[in-house]
T-cell receptor
């Protein structure tokens, strides 16, 4: 079993839809949770970073962490074609190493 | 502009040859990382370095080697011992840990290696 599991998609939604991306994990030592966005043939860029259970909002993006269920989510409201990318969850136990999920490929159709 | 550069963008190699991928950063970051990305598998850690002249193996270090002689440079050599080297290679850097909390990793644009 992988330490981090992420629905691989691909996921296709119409413009304006609410998107939900999810990851589960098995290592209870993980304390820091990140979402990276990666456009095709580019390096990933950090989108959201949380280190406690609960919600964190930034514009159209909301990151949710439920440590009791070992489950994290990223919600995108009013999705735009420019949101089309691969979304990677990443987690750390605080030792500098990140463990990544497989990535979910999202396509937002105009 | 501060950032991470990787070169070349595309690299072709014959079987049995070693090849070195370049990674340079001018962000004054202490920590640097090498990842491999294959379709549908996310990013897997090859090697990482928290400080100059020191580095540790990641999850898939076999067939790879690194050096960290300068703070700003962390080259990766893909040796002939790596059985399936065709992949997208990403270098990242961060300012390390702050109070035990890992700081953001910044990624370079990647190098796509193809073995012919």
């Amino acid at each position: 079993q992988k330490e981090v599991e992420q629905d691989p998609g691909p996921l296709s939604v119409p413009e304006g839809a609410i998107v939900s991306l999810n990851c589960t994990y098995s290592n209870s030592a993980f304390q820091y949770f990140m979402w990276y966005r990666q456009y095709s043939r580019k390096g990933p860029e950090l989108l959201m970073y949380t280190y406690s259970s609960g919600n964190k909002e930034d514009g159209r993006f909301t990151a949710q962490v439920d440590k009791s269920s070992k489950y994290i989510s990223l919600f995108i409201r009013d999705s735009q074609p420019s949101d089309s990318a691969t979304y990677l969850c990443a987690m750390s136990a605080g030792l500098g190493k990140l463990i990544f999920g497989q990535g979910t490929e999202l396509s937002v159709k105009p | 502009d501060g950032g991470i550069t990787q070169s070349p963008k595309y690299l072709f190699r014959k079987e049995g040859q070693n090849v070195t991928l370049s990674c340079e950063q001018n962000l004054n970051h202490d920590a640097m990382y090498w990842y491999r990305q294959d379709p549908g598998q996310g990013l897997r850690l090859i090697y990482y370095s928290q400080i100059v002249n020191d580095f540790q193996k990641g999850d898939i270090a076999e067939g790879y080697s690194v050096s960290r002689e300068k703070k700003e440079s962390f080259p990766l050599t893909v040796t002939s011992a790596q059985k399936n080297p065709t992949a997208f290679y990403l270098c990242a850097s961060s300012s390390g840990l702050a109070g035990g909390k890992p700081n953001e990793q910044f990624f370079g644009p990647g190098t796509r290696l193809t073995v012919l």
